[in-house]
């Protein structure tokens, strides 16, 4: 089976930077978009930042300039590295990727197990 596997989380203050990573734990044909979403306490999920196969970056307005997504496919990683962390930054982080499992396969959307960022002084 596919599995995302994140690492990365912890507890920070504010104006701390983290570096979260998000890797396909087996091999597949393709992997095509990915991406981070995060989900706080009686809140929706929300997206974060996308990333497509060529390298084309979409961020969330809350994060843009603080956060950067990038992906390594040849170690089939994607990291999101956030800077400048705020109060309203803490939440359960899920990184997400559209992967064809094999070549007789339809691509499908896969969900890493989640990560928490705490944000205190």
């Known amino acids: 089976q596919v599995q995302l596997v994140e690492s990365g989380g912890g507890l920070v203050q504010p104006g701390g930077s983290l570096r979260l990573s998000c890797t396909v734990s087996?091999?597949?044909?393709?992997?095509?978009?990915m991406g981070w979403y995060r989900q706080a306490p009686g809140k929706q999920r929300e997206l974060v930042a996308t990333?497509?196969?060529?390298?084309?970056?979409n961020y969330a307005d809350s994060v843009k300039g603080r956060f950067t997504i990038f992906r390594d496919n040849a170690k089939k990683t994607v990291y999101l590295q956030m800077d400048s962390l705020k109060l309203e930054d803490p939440a359960v982080y899920y990184c997400n990727a559209n992967i064809r499992q094999h070549w007789w396969s339809t691509p499908h959307d896969y969900w890493g197990q989640g990560t928490q960022v705490t944000v205190s002084s």
């Open positions: 087996r091999s597949i044909e393709s992997i095509n978009a």
């Open positions: 990333i497509t196969q060529g390298g084309n970056t």
